[in-house]
């Protein structure tokens, strides 16, 4: 395990080879597990991170009880071939008189940039300090997290980095949840209930692949849906463009994300499925 940005470097001048990297806050599930086995499959080396960002946190958010079990994560991380763990504190990532960020102003202020306006110049801001530290070939990104995969693809064309970003399918649980380290917050018997946000995009995209067109009537069935369960309070409920993170009304026409982010007995959940015009 590697915890000084000076060991890391001297790990990084030493390999050869494609470099593939896998960013997390820890808490692993098997949804980060997919990442790294995409990196093993991909690429000659394989680097994770594990570091509880503070500045992507709001400061009514969850940063001081954040599911933290190092030990348990190397455990997971021991059935794949990691060749580095970057396990950095704070002092590492932002030192003394830090006063440097890095933001993107067009994807980050819609969706999740409205509830949470301070959170993508956080994660723009520390995912490229660590591409510069790690100098990946690939790095790896789950698609659940859409709009942080989109905001990232961006910075990296906008500031030229040399890094292949391969996005990864959603993994979930058996009833269809969607894989998130704060899934622990909840109870069994929550869990199994939160399923109702992944029936509900489901039956919606087989509205939409039936032929209905109505954003608004796709909306609403998404909204009534996951109220029909009691635990849920809606954040929001979007269709947006799939590049531009518009939102769309009116009719589907072109290539959509349809996303939410659902507080579920006190946890914020999000998730989404991307909807493609056929030819």
Not at 97 to 122: C, D, I, N, Y
Request: proline share 4%; with cysteine.
């Amino acid at each position: 395990m590697i915890t000084k940005i000076d060991e890391l470097r001297k790990w990084r001048n030493a390999v050869s080879g494609s470099v593939g990297f896998v960013p997390t806050m820890g808490g692993l599930h098997d949804g980060h597990l997919s990442l790294v086995k995409a990196s093993n499959d991909t690429c000659d080396n394989t680097i994770v991170s594990i570091y509880v960002n503070p500045a992507q946190f709001s400061p009514n958010e969850d940063l001081s009880n954040y599911p933290r079990d190092l030990q348990t994560d190397i455990e997971k991380l021991g059935k794949y071939s990691v060749d580095a763990l970057f396990f950095p504190d704070d002092c590492q990532m932002y030192p003394n008189g830090f006063s440097t960020s890095v933001s993107e102003s067009q994807l980050s202020s819609k969706l999740e940039g409205k509830s949470r306006p301070t959170h993508f110049a956080g994660v723009t801001t520390i995912v490229s300090k660590l591409f510069n530290l790690v100098n990946p070939t690939h790095a790896f990104f789950g698609k659940k997290d859409a709009q942080q995969l989109r905001v990232i693809q961006k910075m990296v064309t906008d500031l030229n980095f040399d890094i292949n970003i391969i996005p990864y399918d959603i993994v979930r649980e058996t009833n269809g949840l969607a894989m998130s380290s704060r899934n622990k917050y909840l109870s069994s018997e929550e869990r199994r209930r939160a399923g109702i946000i992944n029936e509900a995009l489901t039956k919606a995209r087989e509205l939409l692949n039936q032929g209905e067109q109505s954003t608004e009537e796709v909306k609403l069935f998404i909204s009534d849906k996951i109220l029909s369960e009691p635990l849920s309070k809606i954040d929001y409920v979007s269709i947006a463009d799939h590049v531009t993170l518009d939102e769309v009304s009116g009719l589907v026409q072109s290539d959509v994300l349809v996303s939410v982010a659902i507080f579920f007995a006190k946890v914020r959940l999000i998730d989404n499925f991307e909807f493609m015009i056929r030819d």
